[in-house]
């Protein structure tokens, strides 16, 4: 496999490393990293007895109910009618 013009980095999540490779740039990447652990962490904090693969999902589920809402507001912001919200967290 190819990687021209591909950017490579190594992050660590949760204490484990893993090899991000894309057209972002590396602080881009790191900075996702970052994100995606702190979140993880906090999750873990709050629920010590849960393995790392739910956290894991609960992370993701966080995560694409925060996409989901960004992407209600940019819709709600382009003039279409406005939906209900809900400020829920998912933990």
Do not use: F, P, W
């Amino acid at each position: 496999m190819e990687d021209k013009g591909k950017n490579r980095v190594t992050i660590l999540i949760m204490g484990e490393e893993y090899i991000l490779r894309g057209t972002s740039s590396t602080n881009e990447m790191h900075r996702v990293g970052t994100y995606v652990d702190r979140l993880m962490r906090t999750l873990a904090e709050q629920n010590i007895q849960m393995s790392k693969h739910k956290i894991a999902v609960l992370t993701a589920l966080n995560l694409a109910d925060e996409l989901l809402k960004l992407k209600e507001n940019k819709r709600l912001g382009s003039g279409m009618e406005k939906s209900g919200e809900s400020d829920n967290e998912l933990a």
